[in-house]
């Protein structure tokens, strides 16, 4: 299972209490005041690893609960400092710091005990209403109900990006231990009979989204044979048949040449008009090539299922420019695919014509033809694009 995006609730430890004890031993009766200090809790810490590729642990275990620390002891001895809860994640995983619910938090905990009931503010806006209270608190309700993660609107601050092997974010810091009571000691209060509490940890909600780190990212349209091309160039294994959507996660493959170089290719999942708009899940695919340093646009030059290499062009650029305008600024290349067919060379002939400025790679990804032009030439792209 590939998981991409999940929501997690994260607590750090909480501080250990102070120790209200004092001195006692033969010859000292009445000893001073020896309480010792609570331990401080520990936090919760992510760290980016270069051996994951998903965050299928964090979808089951989404409670992520760092140790408390001990209380403190007698005789002045402090507690353990709880353990800190080091989660590992893929690198290239970007951290969200949630917002509350409720927009006023001050008004929410004043009618905290009173029943809601449902209401249509004067712009006809859903709001709740707690009864007797003065106003009434305006939420939207599709954020206040259980469901998937929220859009990218509602992901609130961003707070970490782990991109490096090794990279550590304190998400929530565990709470200051209390001080014992042999700290409160003066020459005017030599028996102090009180100890501080610890402080609670930090918590809250998060949001965990992966964004795959790789040099290079192929992008077309569904059966284009971007899998078949995957496969060619690396040791990457994709399903691989002949029919649309075969690919349903991206798969990131090795590229290694005979001089030892190595470039990573990612291969998303096919795009269909309306990707920007997220149909046919196209925000959680087109993430993917946000961090890429090139793009591929794979064409099937053969016109498959009746369709025009030339439309498919324009609306994977489309598409690419209404999702983030960055991807268009992105060095491309764009790749012919099924050179074999018998439609391809005159679908060819008529595509270089639509856009004479453009350079186009013809491949048959299948026979492993044209594969030495097109890794040669991704080779040139990356290292332009530095």
């Known amino acids: 299972m590939f998981v991409d995006e999940i929501k997690i609730i994260a607590r750090a430890g909480h501080g250990g209490k102070g120790c209200v004890a004092f001195h006692r031993e033969a010859f000292r009766p009445k000893g001073g005041p020896s309480g010792g200090n609570g331990g401080r809790g520990g936090d919760v810490v992510l760290q980016a690893d270069h051996d994951l590729n998903n965050l299928v642990a964090q979808y089951y275990q989404p409670r992520l609960l760092a140790e408390h620390g001990q209380h403190g002891l007698g005789k002045g001895m402090d507690g353990a400092a709880g353990k800190n809860l080091v989660v590992k994640v893929p690198c290239g995983t970007l951290v969200w710091k949630l917002p509350s619910r409720l ?3 001050a008004a929410s905990n004043e009618a905290e005990s009173m029943p809601r009931v ?6 006809g806006r859903p709001v ?4 007797g209270a003065e106003r009434a608190v305006e939420v939207d309700l599709r954020e ?3 469901g998937p993660a929220p859009s990218l609107a509602g992901r609130g601050e961003l707070v970490a990006d782990l991109v490096k092997h090794g990279q550590q974010f304190v998400l929530c810091r565990g709470g200051r231990g209390g001080l014992g009571n042999r700290n409160f000691a003066t020459a005017t209060r030599q028996a102090p009979r009180f100890a501080q509490p610890g402080e609670p940890g930090e918590e809250g909600e998060f949001l965990l989204e992966l964004r795959l780190l790789a040099d290079v990212g192929l992008v077309g349209w569904p059966n284009a044979g971007k899998s078949t091309l995957l496969s060619a160039v690396s040791k990457a294994r994709p ?3 002949p029919y649309p959507f075969t690919t349903l996660t991206p798969q990131v493959g090795i590229v290694e040449y005979p001089d030892f170089h190595r470039l990573t290719l990612c291969d998303v999942p096919g795009l269909i008009e309306g990707a920007h708009a997220n149909i046919g899940l196209g925000h959680a695919f087109l993430r993917h090539v946000q961090r890429c340093k090139i793009l591929v646009l794979l064409l099937d030059m053969a016109g498959a299922d009746g369709r025009d290499p030339r439309g498919d062009y324009r609306i994977l650029m489309k598409e690419l420019e209404l999702h983030d305008p960055a991807l268009i600024a992105k060095p491309r290349l764009v790749v012919a695919n099924k050179m074999d067919e018998p439609e391809a060379e005159r679908n060819l002939r008529r595509f ?3 856009i004479p400025r453009t350079r186009v790679l013809p491949i048959s990804a299948a026979f492993g033809e044209g ?3 097109f890794l040669r030439a991704v080779r040139e792209a990356v290292a332009e694009a530095g």
Do not use: F, H, V
């Open 118 to 123: 449902l209401a249509l503010s004067t712009g």
């Open 239 to 241: 399903k691989i048949a």
């Open 128 to 131: 709740i209403r707690r009864a």
């Open 103 to 105: 927009p006023d938090e």
């Open 144 to 146: 206040d109900l259980p």
């Open 352 to 354: 270089k014509r639509s």
């Open 371 to 373: 594969m030495a032009a």
